[in-house]
């Protein structure tokens, strides 16, 4: 039998402080207060696409997270917008009544968001009553306190954007007949000149305030980039903006509160979303929240929004998270080109748990994320089946384990109170490094998933995994298997692998809520030691039990058909 010695001063390093990093990790469960996380509310005009998935899931994972924190109060919130002229034009075209179109194309998001495991608190709809209460009280107090006033408007407007462009953000194109067109120099839509009577918000009273609340707050807007870019709009000067649409234009949203000639314009209709889902206008909950968004929508929630809120004497946002867009295969995603990525047929070729994991994976909020079939399968089999599944059979197999037991810790060759080990010890420098990854990786982990990086929290996870597996190289069980007299090695290896596995699964609950659950299960941990507080590693604490009896493989590899293997 080989035996290894271990340098001191690594010792010393992993105990130095190990009291005070466990009062950290306490105190993640001790200042939790109320909160709301939203999406957007989704357009109806088309069914759900990987990019409204991925929205959602970022809400959700940080939903998920607070409720391994111990905050079971917390409001998530999604839903979809079936107000405003493109849908009045989409449930034409397709022949239906406006509100059975609605229904159809919102029970899709819905559907999707179950079976994705989205475990929203709220799902609204603009055509709620209980929205279309919380719109008109939002619009009186707006109006009653002057900040809206009767008007008119002149100028350009995008159906596809919902939205008033000054002549700044309007540039000229051609379309497919060789014709000269008007279209949002931001978003690439045809425009149409309209002039219309109607109701203005005073939105340039409100340019110095929205500067004071960016540079005040300077994590208000996220990632970085994106409040530096609204901090540009708002500088470059505000207007006021339209609030309303003539009725006979709009029929499809709520009418203004005495003049039923008017239609409140549909961006001040769907923002006041966040409100009614937190209790608006009645007592608030949760707000104020975080509002993630894509960045196509971001100047009205990052400039209206603000502004709306002040005029009501409400606080901004907390947060407003902005993430980037998905192309596919290198290609921004269209129906003209044909490769809008269907996120129900993703399920069905990758699980709902494969699907989740690549979105969150990959998606990194601050730029465009590229996606194809070939790029999931290559990442789920690497992280999923090769990485943590693989451990995980290993070390539950029955080669290795034939009692089926989470076994016990022999701390006298695997010395963990800091003393220096005798030269029976089994350790060597890098397993004690496996050691001290594992003790910090809850905190590091807590902070990318707080600060809505998800994907660093991954890399971190795999990271740990991937020593663990080396650790397994190292020690080589399976030539410890063959010898009795190396049994309290053996546990070591086992009971040091799996306690990897069970801090990683508790890690990774909000990501893949299914695979950590099914992992849980098999190393035999309770219910009660699921909360993030039981991912720690101060002392190998984990008494002798048995495993789940469930020894399906935890994430069966993709197959790689030979046309994804060329990307275009």
């Not at 890098?430 to 994907?455: G, H, K, Q």
């Not at 990501?511 to 309770?526: E, Q, W, Y």
């Amino acid at each position: 039998m080989k035996v290894w010695s271990v340098a001191p001063r690594l010792i010393k390093r992993l105990f130095r402080g190990t009291h005070s990093q466990c009062s950290r990790r306490i105190s993640l469960t001790s200042s939790l207060q109320q909160y709301a996380i939203t999406t957007p509310i989704f357009y109806v005009n088309a069914v759900p696409h990987i990019g409204h998935l991925y929205s959602a899931l970022l809400a959700d994972y940080a939903h998920r997270y607070r409720r391994l924190k111990g905050d079971a109060d917390g409001i998530f919130s999604t839903g979809t917008d079936e107000h405003g002229l493109k849908i009045q034009n989409a449930a034409a075209a397709a022949g239906k009544t406006h509100l059975t179109f609605c229904d159809e194309v919102s029970e899709e998001f819905r559907n999707l968001f179950d079976t994705c495991d989205v475990a929203y608190t709220d799902f609204i709809r603009t055509t709620e009553q209980r929205h279309k209460m919380a719109v008109n009280h939002f619009w009186e107090r707006l109006y009653s306190k002057g900040w809206i006033t009767e008007g008119r408007y002149e100028g350009w407007y995008s159906v596809p954007d919902e939205t008033f462009l000054p002549e700044s953000q309007v540039t000229e194109a051609v379309d497919k007949q060789g014709k000269k067109i008007k279209i949002s120099a931001e978003s690439g839509h045809p425009v149409e000149w309209t002039t219309e009577t109607n109701y203005l918000f005073k939105l340039s009273h409100f340019q110095d305030r929205l500067i004071q609340w960016l540079d005040a707050n300077p994590k208000a807007v996220q990632p970085s980039k994106f409040h530096a870019m609204v901090r540009s709009w708002v500088a470059s000067g505000l207007k006021d903006l339209s609030v309303s649409r003539q009725r006979d234009r709009l029929e499809c949203g709520i009418p203004v509160p005495g003049d039923d000639s008017q239609t409140i314009y549909v961006w001040l209709d769907a923002l006041v979303n966040y409100l009614t889902v937190c209790g608006y206008p009645g007592e608030l909950h949760g707000w104020p929240g975080v509002n993630i968004v894509g960045k196509d929508i971001l100047r009205f929630h990052a400039i209206y929004w603000p502004a709306f809120l002040m005029a009501a004497d409400l606080d901004p946002p907390k947060l407003i998270l902005c993430h980037s867009h998905w192309t596919v295969d290198s290609h921004k995603m269209s129906k003209s080109r044909g490769n809008v990525v269907d996120p129900n047929d993703q399920i069905e070729r990758f699980t709902s748990d494969g699907l989740r994991y690549f979105l969150l994976r990959v998606g990194v909020p601050h730029s465009d994320c590229d996606y194809s079939e070939l790029k999931v399968s290559s990442l789920l089999n690497e992280d999923l089946a090769n990485t943590l599944g693989n451990i995980l059979s290993r070390v539950t197999g029955q080669a290795l384990n034939p009692q089926q037991l989470f076994p016990p810790f022999h701390e006298e060759i695997f010395p963990l109170d800091g003393s220096i080990p005798t030269s029976s010890s089994m350790a060597t420098d890098s397993d004690y490094e496996l050691v001290e990854t594992l003790r910090n990786l809850p905190e590091i982990v807590d902070e990318r998933y707080e600060s809505f990086r998800a994907y660093s929290a991954l890399e971190e996870i795999m990271a740990c995994l991937r020593q663990a597996n080396s650790f397994i190289e190292r020690h080589k069980p399976w030539q410890l298997a063959k010898y009795p007299k190396d049994q309290h090695q053996l546990d070591n290896v086992i009971y040091v692998v799996m306690e990897a596995l069970r801090i990683c699964g508790i890690l990774l609950q909000p990501i893949v809520p299914r695979i950590a659950k099914r992992l849980l299960d098999r190393l035999g941990v309770d219910s009660e030691g699921r909360s993030v507080t039981a991912a720690n590693l101060e002392a190998f604490t984990q008494q002798e039990h048995g495993l789940g009896s469930d020894t399906r493989t935890l994430f069966t590899k993709v197959d790689v058909p030979e046309r994804w293997r060329v990307i275009p």
